[in-house]
């Protein structure tokens, strides 16, 4: 279950590439909360059922509203705090009584299979209202460390209900079972998945440094302008691309001009084809002030990028093996960062090298191999629901995200 399918960004990524590639031995379906769009960003594979629980933005507003018309006469009801346990998670913060009855129509018609669900919010949704018939799997995108107090003590005393809890590394793993204490949940890291390229790897002989995600606080981006200003004064033919949408959007673009950055640092938008952009380029820069496992750096590594990065919590340190792989740098340090650019620039064998050890690297998060990990996971999980049921084990495999 995800908060919107047919949004872009990494977690839906994660979960379409998750889908597709178990629905050849399983009956996978995604459910959506929210739908903003006709059609979903990612392709899915057409044996997986894409269900929209609404018609709805996630801003209350109907899908079909003119930008900033109002026609939903329920969604008046936002002006009030969520009273459900899901209320602490900032998606779902505004009380939508219509949003909620769906959710939890969604919940209770299942009458088999394994619920997993993608966010603090249907997490926490899933262990106090789920009925015990389902396995209930919940996911960790981002990290515990990253909740506000609130959040955090609230999936501390509710996500041992649920049947299993998996993150996405093990310093997060190490985090949660100091949490919880002794609590008996089974706790385990499985990564992000990456199918394999479609086109060749990246020469690695163009003048351009790529980064890509939402245009917002934690994908630093501001941070990465201000090092970029004396990468740029000292690499001028050089370019960066920096590839996503959002809310920082237009104090990018004057941060570029203000910084006078014009015609060296680009914001190019969405695209369709990221693989097809990082063949183009050189050099993958993550400048995150925080991560769960970033899903675009194991793209790029999977390109053959070498990567400079924040050593941010979490992720970076899990997947870049500094100066192997590439380089990894103090959080939010524009200077280091700056420096560590220029180093991949000037050292044309240096940025070969870690690419070639990158590619390879990119294997360990395959997506047949998460793949296989999840299909572990899900036949041990297998048991508690026979004990439940009083069945015997379930032959098909049906799950339900």
Known sequence: MLFNAYALGGTVRTVVNQANALCAQHDVEIASVYRHREKPVFDIDPR???IPLTDLRSDGSRRTDAPGMRSRLLRKTRRFRNPLPHGHDR???RWDPEVDIRLLRYLWSARDGILVTTRPGLNLLSARMAPRRLIRVGQDHMNLGTYK???REAIVKTYPRLDAVTVLTERDREEYQQAFNESGVRLECIPNGVPHPTLPPAVLDAKVIVAAGRLSSQKGFDLLL??????GAKHPDWQLWIFGTGPWARDLRARIERLGLIGQAHLKGTTDDLDRQFAAASVFVLSSRFEGLPMVLLEAMAMGLPAVAFDCPTGPAEIIAHRKTGLLV???DVTALAVSLSELIENPGERQAMGAAALQESQRHSINAVRD???ELFTGLNGIRARRSGRRPWATGATAH
């Open 48 to 50: 997986v059922r894409l």
């Open 91 to 93: 998606r779902f913060r």
């Open 330 to 332: 103090p959080p939010q």
């Open 149 to 151: 107090p609130a959040l």
């Open 226 to 231: 201000d090092a970029y200003q004396a990468v």
């Open 373 to 375: 990990r999840w299909d």
